[in-house]
């Protein structure tokens, strides 16, 4: 089974507008942290943002909030008033704490193009 | 500044030869990571270390090969045996407790 999910190969969202990246993961690790990352077209991986298992706050960076809702296991990104510099592909991680310890699983990745 | 550095940016290699991808740390990291990209792909891990002298197959290990002989070096050999090396190579390390990796800024190797 899939560990990470992301359905939406590709997105639109005009400038200005916001957008959401959905993400779902399968575990059955009690503890696991949930990362996003941005790869621009130069293909450096961009830290966004980190969710743990056990916050009871979705994580806010910036522009940059997930929507963490645990009992349907998902973890959507939502990117606020989207700037042409947010265009790129989006990929959204999990690492499980006690199980597969220090492994992290990508999802296949959502490319987002912005227009103006 | 601390990070991690990857060598070369660009590989041309020719069908039947081996050749090592370099990726160094100064960040004291214990654990690093190989994945392999595709075009328009997620990242799949090829091998993965979690101390000096010690790592194991990832999901798609079959043609490379790897040594961890220094904390600081994670050099990935793509042999001949591996079939479609062509792609995007990305080294990670991590720190470990609730961070993410860190990322090297990759090596786009070509087949000729």
């Known amino acids: 089974a899939q560990k990470i999910t992301q359905t939406q190969p590709g997105m639109f969202v005009q400038e200005k507008e916001a957008v959401t990246l959905d993400c779902t993961y399968d575990t059955s690790d009690p503890s696991y942290g949930l990362f996003w990352y941005k790869q621009p077209s130069s293909g450096e991986m961009i830290f966004l943002i980190y969710?743990?298992?056990?916050?009871?706050q979705n994580a806010t960076e910036g522009r940059y909030s997930l929507n963490f809702q645990k009992a349907r296991k998902s973890a959507n990104l939502v990117i606020s008033a989207s700037q042409l510099g947010d265009s790129a592909m989006y990929f959204c991680a999990m690492r499980e704490t006690l199980y597969n310890f220090n492994k992290f699983y990508f999802g296949s990745g959502t490319k987002l193009n912005v227009k103006p | 500044d601390g990070g991690i550095t990857q060598s070369p940016k660009y590989l041309f290699r020719k069908e039947g030869q081996n050749v090592t991808l370099s990726c160094e740390q100064n960040?004291?990291?214990?654990?690093m990571y190989w994945y392999r990209q595709d075009p328009g792909q997620g990242l799949r891990l090829i091998y993965y270390?979690?101390?000096?002298?010690?790592?194991q197959k990832g999901d798609i290990a079959e043609g490379y090969s790897v040594s961890r002989e220094k904390k600081e070096s994670f050099p990935l050999t793509v042999t001949s045996a591996q079939k479609n090396p062509t792609a995007f190579y990305l080294c990670a390390s991590f720190e470990g407790g609730y961070y993410g990796y860190t990322f090297g800024s990759g090596t786009r190797l070509t087949v000729v």
């Open positions: 270390s979690q101390i000096v002298n010690d790592f």
């Open positions: 969710q743990g298992s056990y916050d009871q």
């Open positions: 960040l004291n990291h214990d654990a």
